[in-house]
């Protein structure tokens, strides 16, 4: 039996534009752990339902780690995901654990700090050359939006 691909999510960034300004159309602001987070509640049905219009494992890999389930999800209507961990002093910073949690399914990553780790992405790709892997970097002003769904989309269709 084939395993899903999957999605997987960071937080900061993608789901909360920490960037933006004003707060986006259907965001709310939140105070969590001291820390001023956007967060859009619709958000969380509409991941729901890609993932699993697209047959996808949805999975978080994300500074909040297990803390994404006990304050975001709740937020934006996800249910308990797969936490991906990592450690903060990872040498190949998400990439080992992701690598490691991913093993040989198809891949695609929704996160805003790509750019900041080129030779670990590049690390990265090499150890997945032949598995499907999608890295999509994420606005962190604007957060996920329809066009970055629809990368996914026309990523995994491609599958």
Do not use: C
């Amino acid at each position: 039996m084939d395993l899903k691909p999957l999605l997987v999510l960071d937080v900061d960034g993608p789901l909360n534009p920490y960037l933006a300004d004003p707060v986006p159309d259907g965001y709310e602001v939140h105070d969590l752990l001291g820390y001023r987070v956007l967060l859009n509640p619709s958000m969380g049905p509409e991941l729901t339902a890609f993932a699993d219009l697209h047959g996808m494992e949805l999975a978080w890999a994300t500074t909040w780690e297990h803390d994404a389930n006990r304050y975001i999800g709740p937020l934006i209507g996800l249910p308990e995901l797969p936490v991906i961990e990592w450690g903060l002093t990872a040498k190949f910073w998400k990439f080992n654990g992701v690598l490691e949690y991913a093993g040989d399914r198809p891949l695609a990553w929704l996160d805003d700090d790509f750019r900041y780790f080129p030779h670990e992405e590049d690390w990265f790709r090499r150890q997945r050359d032949w598995v499907p892997t999608l890295l999509h970097e994420v606005d962190p002003s604007v957060g996920i939006t329809d066009r970055d769904l629809e990368a996914i989309e026309g990523w995994v269709k491609g599958l």
